[in-house]
Antibody, heavy 119, light 110 residues
Framework: EVQLVESGGGLVQPGGSLRLSCAAS????????MSWVRQAPGKGLEWVSV????????YYADFVKGRFTSSRDNNSKTLYLQINTLRAEDTAVYYC????????????WGQGTLVTVSS | QSALTQPASVSGSPGQSITISCSGT?????????VSWYQQHPGKAPKLMIY???NRPSGVSNRFSGSKSGNTASLTISGLQAEDEADYYC??????????FGGGTKLTVL
């Protein structure tokens, strides 16, 4: 059974940093690209990034503007999202998801981790 | 990148059919057959319902179907059931290896 478990969220002050993690199990992790998708409270889904199965290629949404870095450790089957210079508008539930045969297919999702940016 | 355009809400009675539209541009919806649809119940993670415009993942009811014409994709739910009440989001591959979501549609089963 595919399982994705995010962690690392919490309350952080504006300008601070966080590293989110997504622990994967139940599938061959390095065979799959992975994405981060976020959802602000009461708002819609917003794609954040995708990283290839090898980790060699990453792509980001325009709003990231160099503040976010996605990485992965295929040995420990863990996906990461480093978020720097946090802003109030980054407040959201951050989901990790497996990517299917095309990059708009998110087959399996974690339960999400909440990031709250507030002073 | 602007979000794909979806109606904020749609409603229907049990047994009826409803259609949710998802409008984009030739740089996303119209340019690729890579449109997906997701169902999200309150407090839950999204669930993939349709991929590559019209394909259903294993386990998804055949009451759900997808199509596309030009820059607009559509999700149709037939034989509406109470458990279909949820938020629905479309997504599309876009240029420069990015993905864009729609703003979401709240489906109410009357």
């Amino acid at each position: 059974e595919v399982q994705l478990v995010e962690s690392g969220g919490g309350l952080v002050q504006p300008g601070g940093s966080l590293r989110l993690s997504c622990a994967a199990s139940g599938f061959t992790f390095n065979n799959y690209a992975m994405s981060w998708v976020r959802q602000a409270p009461g708002k819609g889904l917003e794609w954040v990034s995708v990283i290839s199965g090898s980790g060699d290629n990453t792509y980001y949404a325009d709003f990231v503007k160099g503040r976010f870095t996605s990485s992965r450790d295929n040995n420990s089957k863990t996906l990461y999202l480093q978020i720097n210079t946090l802003r109030a508008e980054d407040t959201a539930v951050y989901y990790c998801a497996t990517v299917g045969s095309s990059w708009s297919i998110f087959d399996y999702w974690g339960q999400g981790t909440l990031v709250t940016v507030s002073s | 990148q602007s979000a794909l355009t979806q109606p904020a809400s749609v409603s229907g009675s049990p047994g009826q059919s409803i259609t949710i539209s998802c409008s984009g541009t030739s740089s996303d919806v119209g340019g690729y057959n890579y449109v997906s649809w997701y169902q999200q119940h309150p407090g839950k993670a999204p669930k993939l319902m349709i991929y590559d415009v019209s394909n259903r993942p294993s386990g998804v009811s055949n009451r759900f179907s997808g199509s596309k014409s030009g820059n607009t994709a559509s999700l149709t739910i037939s034989g509406l059931q109470a458990e279909d009440e949820a938020d629905y989001y479309c997504s599309s591959y876009a240029s420069s290896s990015t993905v864009i979501f729609g703003g979401g549609t709240k489906l109410t089963v009357l």
